[in-house]
């Protein structure tokens, strides 16, 4: 089972609390035997687990062991030994607290994403459950099992918080600050207040009303009709303009490309109507914005050829599809770049069809049902139909499947008679690829699987098939884990 906590059990159980006469001087037992807790230590050598040699690794030198055997043979598994918490080995537990007198520092023992691990080691097969213990294998040299390689190395890892390079992040052993944090240093801009504290992390702080010298600089006004106090603009302000239409066209334009300290503001009146578009740069010059938008297209199957069709009037002319109803290449998907501006159409063969010189209103785009829409920046749509073969190719990806005769796609048995899936499927750790292939009659459905040699084992999902009414129905079975599947799929 995946990974529970529960309070540690030994072989030895006490009966009653442990104590010593009042006037007595001696201890109930040292801490530096202790299971996790809190313990002393003199150097920092003294929190690395060392291995020497082979067989059950019980070094005098380990002051804080865990219970480990190193492999003597290939063929051997190395193994770690926790006890029946989960969270312990030897004298070593998640959280505890070791101060070491050559730092004057106290450090806390963690391993991050443990529990993931853990379930990863199990999954794999790599736990074996006892009354008081658990152990964990790595399989041997010739088959190793990686789920419980990796727990294995989570607890042979010994680095410690700023030795050697190794920060916070990435140490087994953290420096614990207990509730001593103390910023150390910090930024302020625009109104937000980026502080660095001893950890080495950062916290935000926002809501600063910013001042009257922030981040503008004062601009005054000159040329035509100046006010006889200067316009200032600072932080918060905000400057209004109003003004009537005028029959040739009026407005405002502000441009400051040419002279990035200067701001140029003109009324537009060059003979053209309320909305129209030109506009007076800083420069002198009347400017038209040109750029056009695509609206809609075609494909002609017969032909080969798209129509897109441009916002100006325009048609831009795409040729070279394979064309006919039995051809073997078909398109498989598309994309759009919006910073290039091409147009991208994946065919089975594994050879792109690109297209250029769009306009930049075109952001990206979706393929559904023989249909190609095209998202433009303002909010419209456009499509493309036509692309009859793609009815025949479908796309599934479905994530976190755990449920044993979970439906993942369906075919129409009263048009098409066979049907290729082409998948390939994981739980994170175990990966196979294969393809399924179908046919069907009204009353019988004969399939089989065609699969690579497993990455890891997927001995816990297999495939199945069965007619429901006019549907042959593609299911999961699920002997243990969640599974991520993805399936491209040709039905004929």
């Known amino acids: 089972m995946s990974f529970i906590y529960k309070n540690p059990l030994s072989t030895d159980i006490v009966n009653g609390t442990l104590s010593v006469i009042r006037t007595d001087t001696k201890g109930t037992t040292f801490s530096a035997g202790l299971v996790g807790g809190y313990t002393e230590v003199w150097a920092l050598s003294d929190l690395i687990f060392t291995i020497i040699g082979t067989g059950n690794i019980r070094e005098e030198a ?3 062991p865990i219970e480990y055997y190193q492999r003597l043979a290939p063929f051997q598994s190395n193994i770690i030994t926790l006890n029946n918490d989960l969270i312990s080995s030897g004298r070593r537990r998640l959280g505890q607290l070791v101060y070491v007198h050559e730092t004057d520092t106290v450090y806390q023992y963690v391993i991050n994403n443990y529990e993931t691990l853990y379930d990863d080691a199990f999954a794999g097969g790599a736990v074996e459950t006892g009354d008081t213990t658990t152990t964990i294998s790595s399989g041997t040299q010739f088959a190793p099992n990686v789920g419980g390689t990796n727990f294995i190395n989570a607890w042979l ?6 030795v050697s390079g190794v920060t916070r992040a990435n ?12 910023v150390t240093g910090g930024t302020y801009s625009n109104g937000t207040a980026v502080f660095t504290n001893s950890t080495g992390g950062t916290f935000n702080v926002t809501g600063f009303t910013t001042g009257g010298t922030g981040s503008y600089t004062g601009w005054t006004a000159s040329g035509d009709n100046v006010p006889t106090t200067p316009i200032e603009v600072v932080d918060g302000f905000t400057l209004n303009f109003t003004g ?7 407005g405002i334009a502000t441009d400051a490309a040419i002279n990035p300290d200067e701001m140029t503001i003109a009324l537009i009146n060059n003979g ?7 506009f007076y740069r800083g420069d002198g010059q009347w400017q038209q914005p040109t750029d056009t938008e695509l609206t809609g297209g075609t494909y002609n199957n017969s032909s080969g050829t798209v129509e897109l069709k441009n916002s100006d009037g325009s048609v831009v002319t795409l040729t070279g599809f394979t064309t006919g109803t039995t051809e073997d290449t078909y398109v498989t998907g598309m994309s759009y770049n919006q910073i290039t501006k091409t147009l991208t159409l994946g065919l089975n063969d594994g050879v792109d069809f690109n ?3 769009f306009a930049a209103e075109v952001t990206g785009g979706t393929y559904s049902g023989g249909s190609i829409t095209l998202n433009n920046n303002d909010g419209t749509t456009s499509q493309i139909t036509g692309l009859e073969i793609l009815t025949h190719i479908g796309l599934v990806n479905d994530s976190n499947v755990s449920v044993s005769g979970t439906t993942i796609d369906s075919v129409d048995t009263t048009t098409y008679r066979a049907v290729f899936f082409d998948y390939v499927i994981d739980d ?3 990966y196979r690829a294969g393809t399924i292939q179908a046919v069907w009659s009204s009353t019988d459905i004969d399939f089989n699987d065609f699969s690579t040699v497993d990455i890891g084992t997927t001995n816990n999902f297999s495939w199945g098939m069965e007619l429901n009414g006019n549907d042959a129905l593609l299911k999961a079975n699920i002997l243990g884990g969640t599974w991520n599947i993805r399936i491209i799929k040709h039905i004929i």
């Open 62 to 64: 380990n002051r804080i």
């Open 157 to 162: 890892d010994s680095s410690i918080e700023g």
């Open 171 to 182: 140490a087994r052993w953290k420096i614990f600050y207990g509730t001593d944090i103390t």
């Open 244 to 250: 009537y239409q005028e029959p040739g066209g009026a």
């Open 272 to 278: 053209g109507g309320a909305n129209d578009k030109t």
């Open 355 to 357: 297209a250029g010189t």
């Open 428 to 430: 994170g750790t175990n």
